[in-house]
């Protein structure tokens, strides 16, 4: 087909799933347009600037690096290099209550195998079983299959990438991490339990007891060899800078300031977005063909707001029947964080790149009870020379930060204090060794992001949203889908960069059709 005839695809939001799906789509030859609400692109994995520092906003490291990883597939289609990055090794050091020495997931296998054995006596046969999971998983989901399936042709894509040895994890789809953690016997390990609602919490939103198993065996199973996980030189923004690069490249557009207030359909599909300019006020309906969603469920929802059609059916689901799962959705999490530019002085010597405090095994993972940290390196552009980063995120419930009574200002700066006051149990962080501090909320993040209430992460991925049970790319009205954290395989950057790409898959399969 001749890129004349290609249809117009305008692209909502600016993250990296939109982004990849912009500069893939571009590539192939369609007209793209992004459009983002934010000063700079990337969503999730954008950056900030203060006094000489660059800070993460939110993604601080990355998986899909390797050879036959993600982001290896669609950088070498797109013909770029990728950025210049170093391993995380470990990939994180916990730290639970009470204790000094951490629990370290090395990248090395073995090595992992000799320090789970030792903080978790008994427990080798639960992550050996863990680990043959992964396995299955991982070789399935490297063959492209399409979850969940909402056409025939998905479907053929789906049954392609089966496999004998997928045939493993099927008994498991209804299971999740706690099941599995009673057929061992370890359900009265309280050390273990507890690691794994932490790990659980960062990778899936919910912990232990909720976590699909087939989801937590591929979150659990990434950091070590011949995947990993990634710490970008300079930031997550040059990730971000590159796809920008691929889509302009060829021809693509990127306005950023620019909101989406709603998505146009008519009786036969979607026929374009509206958009309002931030800085002019103006406001005009871009036309297009196919509309690339990179938003939460709950946001596109909204987009489609009710005078959407009612009666565009699609298999297995209509769009009443959508939006009513949406509302039922339980309430996703908020994230609090506070980024501090300090002396290099205030790190200890042989810290680890990321970190994560539990400091009452009594109070809920999050709220400033629990803290992923994240630590810049010397020379890694990150802060001048001299000096370091440390941004540390809590999960938090968004809904109080939007109660009428409550006094943001004075909870913000509660919050705050109380962060850096336990940081300081690990960080030298007297006065004169902090530099800068900045903090974020869920409005914070709301108010940059558009994302509803400012959640972080995605749905939650429990057995009902996870896999064949999931939200699907495909949005049961003609011409639109959806990409991003609340799609399948789930949160994280190699996550919605996957289904970028499988958006631009049935993008193209249906336009060739």
Not at 113 to 132: D, I, T, V
Not at 143 to 150: V, W
Not at 224 to 243: A, K, N
Not at 400 to 428: N, Q, S
Request: with cysteine; proline share 6%; net charge negative.
């Amino acid at each position: 087909m001749s890129k004349s005839s290609l249809p117009k695809v305008v692209v909502i939001g600016a993250g990296i799933g939109g982004l990849t799906a912009g500069a893939l789509l571009a590539k192939r030859g369609y007209e793209v347009t992004i459009f983002d609400r934010a000063i700079v692109p990337g969503g999730c994995a954008s950056t900030f600037k203060r006094q000489g520092f660059t800070f993460d906003v939110g993604a601080t490291q990355v998986a899909g690096l390797e050879p036959g990883g993600i982001h290896h597939r669609i950088f070498s289609e797109l013909e770029i290099e990728l950025p210049p990055a170093v391993p995380c090794d470990p990939a994180c050091a916990v730290f639970l209550p009470g204790e000094t020495t951490p629990i370290s997931v090395w990248r090395d296998p073995e090595r992992w195998q000799a320090e789970r054995q030792q903080q978790f006596p008994g427990s080798e046969p639960f992550w050996q079983f863990l680990q043959q999971l992964f396995n299955a998983s991982w070789e399935f989901q490297s063959r492209d299959p399409i979850l969940p399936p909402r056409n025939l042709w998905d479907v053929t894509q789906l049954v392609g990438a089966l496999r004998l040895g997928t045939l493993i994890t099927v008994p498991f789809t209804l299971s999740t991490v706690g099941d599995a953690i009673k057929w061992f016997g370890l359900d009265g390990d309280k050390r273990l339990r507890t690691f794994l609602d932490l790990q659980l919490k960062l990778y899936s939103q919910v912990t232990a007891a909720e976590t699909a198993l087939l989801y937590a065996a591929t979150a659990l199973g990434v950091s070590q060899t011949p995947q990993g996980l990634y710490h970008l030189q300079g930031s997550m923004q040059v990730l971000s800078d590159r796809l920008v690069a691929s889509l302009e490249r060829d021809g693509g557009k990127l306005l950023m300031r620019h909101t989406v207030e709603s998505i146009e359909c008519d009786k036969t599909g979607v026929t374009g977005v509206t958009i309002r300019n931030q800085k002019t006020d103006e406001t005009w309906t871009e036309t297009a063909a196919e509309v690339v969603a990179n938003v939460t469920a709950q946001d596109l929802v909204r987009l489609l707001g009710d005078a959407a059609p009612k009666s565009i059916p699609l298999p297995l689901l209509s769009l009443d029947s959508y939006r009513s799962r949406v509302k039922t959705l339980p309430q996703a999490s908020g994230a609090f964080v506070v980024y501090l530019g300090v002396k290099a002085s205030a790190i200890p010597a042989e810290c680890p790149p990321h970190l994560q405090f539990l400091y009452d095994y009594d109070g809920i993972i999050g709220e400033n009870n629990s803290l992923f940290v994240s630590v810049s390196h010397p020379g890694d552009g990150r802060a001048p020379e001299g000096k370091a980063t440390i941004i540390a995120s809590s999960f938090v419930d968004p809904n109080r930060w939007y109660d009428e009574g409550v006094d943001y200002e004075t909870m913000k700066a509660e919050y705050t204090a109380v962060a850096i006051a336990k940081l300081g149990e690990y960080f030298d962080l007297q006065p004169e060794n902090i530099i800068v501090t900045e903090a974020g909320t869920p409005r914070t993040f709301e108010h940059y992001t558009g994302r509803d209430r400012g959640i972080v992460g995605g749905i939650g991925q429990r057995v009902s949203t996870f896999g064949p049970f999931g939200f699907a790319t495909r949005i049961p009205v003609a011409g639109l889908w959806m990409v991003g954290d609340s799609t399948h395989p789930g949160e994280g950057t190699a996550g919605v960069s996957y289904s970028a790409l499988t958006v631009v898959r049935q993008i193209e399969q249906q336009v060739g059709s």
